[in-house]
């Protein structure tokens, strides 16, 4: 008899869609809401900017939505690139102060 074993825990999966798919919708549905938190400039190209950013991190929540019900090398994918991304996304927020001067 075969276990059904996921490796990766699916609540961390659940959890993740679930942020991703409320930020996604606030970036692209009340961006004038959110980019106040995010002391994002109030100009067209910032706003559109932020928009696609916001669309991206939706179809990115929906695919980790999804993923929870895979197990192996799809399921080793979508980490591998979730953790990559994590990481640029910490070096480039660890940056931001100094940047800013």
Do not use: K
């Amino acid at each position: 008899m075969i276990a059904d074993h996921h490796p990766v825990s699916l609540q961390g999966f659940t959890n993740l869609a679930v942020l991703a798919v409320i930020q996604g919708i606030g970036f692209v549905m009340v961006l004038d809401e959110v980019a106040p938190a995010y002391g994002l400039a109030n100009s067209a190209s910032t706003l559109l900017t932020a928009q696609l950013f916001g669309g991206a991190l939706l179809a990115w929540g929906v695919i980790v939505w999804f993923i929870r019900d895979f197990s192996g090398e799809a399921v080793r994918g979508v980490l591998i690139g979730t953790i990559i991304g994590d990481v640029v996304s910490l070096i480039i927020a660890a940056m931001a102060p100094w940047q800013a001067r």
